[in-house]
């Protein structure tokens, strides 16, 4: 396997990784307050769906009923997150074995796409329950937010590409 596809292999999983934490760290009032899972509580993209709903306003009603969405997956959200790390060393560990043919990582790369996939419907039907919760109007507030939140993204990556030679 080349160099250039290693590097690719291993930003796809970071990338992917940052992306599910965007949505798999759902609900919040206060920072942190009900994050599980990939980036919680490291201020990447676990951060997201919490501050949409705190820009929503959620009466405590709302919050409570978040929180029971959340404990209700919490476990099958933490096992799936736990075979995906444990299939991302295994692949890892294969990248650097000694005779490594490409063929030789397909079934690893297959069994990662498909845990991925389960952990994003997993991330969507909590995402689908927890905005069931929200009013018309809260909604309104949380897609303000997050047009906010990718207007500074957008912002920052353009100020991190100027830096660069």
Do not use: C
Not at 70 to 82: C, G, K, N, W
Not at 100 to 117: C, H, S, W
């Amino acid at each position: 396997m080349s160099r250039h596809k290693i590097r690719s292999v291993g930003l796809t999983i970071l990338i992917t990784l940052v992306a599910l934490a965007s949505t798999w760290a759902p609900a919040g009032a206060q920072p942190g307050a009900y994050m599980h899972g990939p980036g919680a509580g490291r201020g990447d993209g676990g951060m997201m769906l919490p501050m949409l709903l705190r820009g929503a306003n959620l009466t405590p009603e709302q919050d409570a009923k978040v929180r029971e969405v959340l404990a209700a997956r919490r476990a099958a959200s933490q096992a799936l997150v736990a075979q995906l790390r444990q299939a991302q060393e295994e692949l890892a560990d294969r990248l650097f074995a000694p005779g490594l043919k490409e063929d030789d990582v397909q079934p690893q790369l297959q069994k990662i796409t498909q845990l991925r996939g389960q952990l994003m419907q997993e991330s969507a039907k909590i995402a689908l329950e927890v905005r069931g919760l929200l009013t018309p109007e809260q909604l309104a507030r949380a897609a303000q937010v997050k047009d906010r939140m990718r207007q500074l993204q957008s912002e920052m990556r353009q100020l991190w590409q100027s830096g660069k030679p």
